[in-house]
Each structure stands twice: as C-alpha cells, then as structure tokens.
C-alpha cells in the first residue's frame, strides 16, 4: 500500500503565496503519476496539476502561469507552488499518486488552503 501525507495549508491573503508538500511512503513503483487535486465546497474535485515520473507536466489553465508542480523523486515528495493566489483558489488540496504499473491510485487526506479576498 501507499501513504500520502500533505501538508503547507493554510489561510493567506489574495495575491500571496503558499507550498504545499506531499511525501509518499510504502511501495512506490517507479512509474507513476503524482498530482494535486482540488475540491471547493459543492463543487467537483479537479486536477489542479500533475507530473510523472518521467517529468511530464500538466496544469488546468486556471493556475498556469501562478502554480508550479515539481518533485523530488529521492524523497517521493511532490510540491505545489501556489502563487499570486486567488479567492477562487479556496479549496481541499489533495494529493494523488497513480501507479501506471498497477493502475492503482491513492489520495492523502487534504489539506485546506484558504484565499482571502
């Protein structure tokens, strides 16, 4: 099995910034997918963005040009640069990993970032 524990929330003024961190433990094959999802109340949980093992990099549009996804593949750790946030940026983050060997998936348990106008 996987754990993911994020962390890097919290409350921040519009225009600020925030990281968020997620470390994966457990039995991690070396091909996967980790990415941030989000989930604002009544609303959908989205990719926000994502990269692979192999360094790929996706982003919604919404965050392009404000986030940055990177990794630190030694420590299975991915990061979520949050800058020049906005109040539409409120909302659980949430780690994911997706197994491209096993085609499994795991979620962390969120972490709240909250963007005030």
């Known amino acids: 099995q996987v754990q993911l524990v994020e962390s890097g929330g919290g409350l921040v003024q519009a225009g600020g910034s925030l990281r968020l961190s997620c470390t994966a433990s457990?039995?991690?094959?070396?091909?996967?997918?980790m990415g941030w999802y989000r989930q604002a109340p009544g609303k959908q949980r989205e990719l926000v963005a994502a990269?692979?093992?192999?360094?790929?990099?996706n982003y919604v549009d919404s965050v392009k040009g404000r986030f940055t996804i990177s990794r630190d593949s030694a420590e299975n750790t991915v990061y979520l640069q949050m800058n020049s946030l906005k109040p539409e940026d409120t909302a659980v983050y949430y780690c994911?990993?997706?197994?491209?060997?096993?085609?499994?998936?795991?979620w962390g348990k969120g972490t709240l970032v909250t963007v005030s106008s």
């Open positions: 994911n990993l997706e197994s491209i060997v096993t085609m499994m998936g795991y």
């Open positions: 457990g039995r991690i094959f070396s091909r996967h997918i």
């Open positions: 990269i692979s093992s192999g360094g790929s990099i």
